[in-house]
């Protein structure tokens, strides 16, 4: 008697909505580091819906693309954050609203 099998389709329902909410995240705040946060929520919304298929359908493939999504999502926080922290530095504020007048 075996662990009974999750449903491929409750791999997908739980990726789109934190994509979705991921999204409404980007869409809504004006909080940079709240917006980073959006936006990783949404890169591991696509992992979970890519490693879902590739256990589904028994290909690695889909595994070793995670992977590299999960590589150049480590890229874009570091320098995300790094320009975060410079921004802030300057401007002693991170509201995505404030920064239009960063011409001066």
């Not at 256990?55 to 890229?75: E, I, K, P």
Request: no cysteine; aromatic share 8%.
């Amino acid at each position: 008697m075996g662990t009974p099998e999750v449903a491929i389709e409750l791999y997908v329902l739980l990726s789109a909505i934190l994509f979705v909410l991921g999204a409404m995240g980007v869409l809504l705040r004006r909080n940079a580091i709240l917006i980073f946060m959006s936006i990783e929520l949404m890169l591991n919304a696509a992992n979970l819906a890519l490693a879902a298929f590739a256990r589904q359908w028994g290909n690695g493939d889909g595994q070793l693309v995670v992977f590299f999504v999960m590589t150049v999502a480590a890229a874009e926080v570091a320098v995300g954050l790094a320009l975060i922290v410079t921004i802030f530095r300057t401007r002693q504020s991170i509201d995505i609203d404030t920064l239009h007048m960063f011409k001066d």
